[in-house]
């Protein structure tokens, strides 16, 4: 069992984060498909040079010349990538210490999908969706009766479970609004009213995700240790480009940054991103991290692991 996981990178995330994709080959036995999602040349070229140096590492190229929303991305790799095995994901700001297969292996042996990835910012409440919730987010993980709701951030699915769901709930891996709804089967919207999940928004993956419920195909959710996912390393540096005037089409921007309900968490989640892209770049001018402000304990330990293996994993990007 060795799936081929696509890692999606967007504009001006490269530099950064593709110093953390050799340590997944050094990790871990499955190979890793780096994806330029709206990356110029430039990234593109430096994403080839980082598969160069390692066996298990090939570079896709969306060649959407802007970058694209996730659900978006997911669906057109679900759709190149048809006759693999296995249809898989992951963020790209995603650091891992150890081997993270094993755990996923074993739980891939026993359901059609298995997701993974909670942020570290995030904390017990963060995923659990409540009826109060208009919005199933990234971080929700479960409804408050206990239903699977999957994860954006990282996945992998059976292919025949995927090609099995998909047309017969009408549902892709794509993001989802309340006027998309009309979309889906019948049977599949009534499967969604019974357990008062009929809301406004629906981040990437969600509803495919309870697509399998519904066909009585079953997934997992899991946390893993040795996995560290900072959880809006992407979003960031594309809210700093929707800043500077350089993220062209509003319809896309929307799509990534708007949201349907006041999340409790962001204040939390863009704090930790703050900290980190701010300790990347001073490490980057100065060779040290900047390490304000702290967090609780553990959350700070690993905060600076990730700032430590940034610093040693420089001459991935440079050499």
């Not at 909670?118 to 208009?134: C, G, K, Y």
């Not at 891996?173 to 019948?186: G, M, N, Q, S």
């Not at 195909?217 to 390393?233: E, S, V």
């Not at 703050?274 to 990347?280: D, E, H, L, V």
Request: charge should be negative; proline fraction near 6%.
């Amino acid at each position: 069992m060795t799936p081929t996981v696509n890692v999606i990178y967007i504009r001006g995330t490269v530099a950064a984060l593709g110093r953390f994709a050799p340590l997944l080959t050094t990790h871990t036995p499955w190979t890793y498909r780096l994806v330029a999602n709206g990356c110029p040349p430039d990234e593109v070229a430096l994403l080839h040079h980082i598969a160069a140096q390692h066996e298990h590492l090939t570079v896709h190229d969306l060649s959407t010349g802007e970058v694209i929303p996730l659900g978006k991305a997911l669906c057109q790799l679900a759709d190149t990538f048809a006759h693999e095995e296995f249809f898989a994901f992951m963020d790209s700001d995603i650091v891992v210490t150890a081997d993270i297969t094993g755990d996923l292996t074993t739980l891939l042996e026993r359901h059609d999908a298995v997701f993974t990835g909670t942020p570290i910012w995030a904390q017990p409440e963060d995923t659990i969706l409540t009826r109060a919730h208009r919005e199933v987010c990234g971080p929700h993980t479960h409804t408050k009766d206990g239903l699977l709701l999957g994860g954006s951030y990282a996945g992998i699915c059976h292919r025949t479970a995927l090609d099995d769901v998909r047309p017969r709930c009408h549902v892709t891996a794509d993001k989802y609004t309340a006027a998309d709804l009309a979309t889906l089967t019948p049977g599949f919207r009534g499967f969604l009213a019974d357990h008062q999940l009929l809301r406004d928004d629906y981040t990437p993956m969600k509803l495919l995700t309870l697509a399998f419920a519904y066909t009585g195909h079953t997934a997992a959710y899991t946390d893993i240790d040795a996995l560290h996912h900072i959880g809006g390393f992407s979003m960031t540096t594309y809210q700093q480009q929707l800043d500077a005037g350089t993220a062209a089409d509003p319809a896309t921007a929307a799509e990534i940054i708007d949201f349907a309900d006041t999340r409790r968490h962001m204040a939390r989640k863009r704090a930790v991103c703050a900290r980190i892209t701010g300790s990347f770049a001073a490490i980057d001018t100065t060779g040290r991290p900047r390490r304000v402000p702290t967090f609780p304990p553990d959350l700070e330990q690993r905060i600076r692991l990730i700032e430590d293996l940034y610093a040693r994993h420089a001459p991935t990007v440079t050499s």
